[in-house]
């Protein structure tokens, strides 16, 4: 079975602690949870991770290469200067699909240029912790593995 690491980046443990307004009340477990009830859906098994630590998520798409057959990352705060997570995703020859909570376009001139997107296969954003979902079933189309029981236009697309 195809596997599919999901990483998170610096303070999304935070989430639906912080800031609501921006990221919404939902915890990283619940995210996590979802994730898991939609990759048995899709059947694919996840590896979700969390680190506050640039070097840790160095150390994830590393091991990546070897043991994920895509990346869902949200790279948080790395997005935007992280010369060594863009290094290491660029070493990672397989379907990366980068997404953050809020839409990054619309926040402040800080937040709008995410490094990582240079890299990435695809890149949602501003579909909340949704977009979790729509990632998840993104890296599993780009590798050819959504089952024939979803409706084609989820499965093919038009
Ligand atoms: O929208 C996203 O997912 C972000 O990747 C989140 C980053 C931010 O720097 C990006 O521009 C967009 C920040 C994550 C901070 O984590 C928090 C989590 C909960 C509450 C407060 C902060």
Redesign the pocket.
């Known amino acids: 079975m195809a596997t599919i690491f999901i990483l998170n980046?610096?303070?999304?443990n935070?989430?639906?602690?912080?800031?609501p307004e921006?990221?919404g009340r939902t915890t990283l477990a619940e995210v996590e949870k979802s994730c898991a009830e939609y990759a048995a859906i899709i059947g694919v098994d996840i590896d979700c991770r969390q680190t506050n630590h640039e070097g840790v998520l160095v150390d994830w798409i590393h091991e990546a290469r070897k043991a994920a057959d895509a990346i869902v990352i949200?790279?948080?705060?790395c997005?935007?200067h992280s010369i060594p997570v863009l290094d290491a995703l660029k070493t990672f020859d397989k379907p990366i699909v980068e997404?953050?909570?809020?839409n990054?376009h619309a926040?402040d001139a800080f937040?709008q240029h995410s490094i990582i997107s240079t890299v990435s296969t695809g890149v949602i954003?501003g579909l909340g912790v949704y977009g979790y979902m729509v990632a998840l079933q993104a890296a599993a189309r780009m590798l050819d593995l959504l089952p024939d029981s979803l409706p084609a236009p989820i499965r093919v697309g038009p």
């Not at 980046?9 to 999304?12: Q, S, V």
């Not at 935070?14 to 800031?19: F, M, N, P, V």
């Not at 949200?74 to 705060?77: L, S």
């Not at 997404?99 to 809020?102: A, F, K, P």
């Open positions: 980046g610096p303070n999304l935070l989430l639906g602690e912080r800031e921006i990221y949200n790279p948080a705060g997005s935007f997404l953050h909570i809020s990054i926040r937040h954003c």
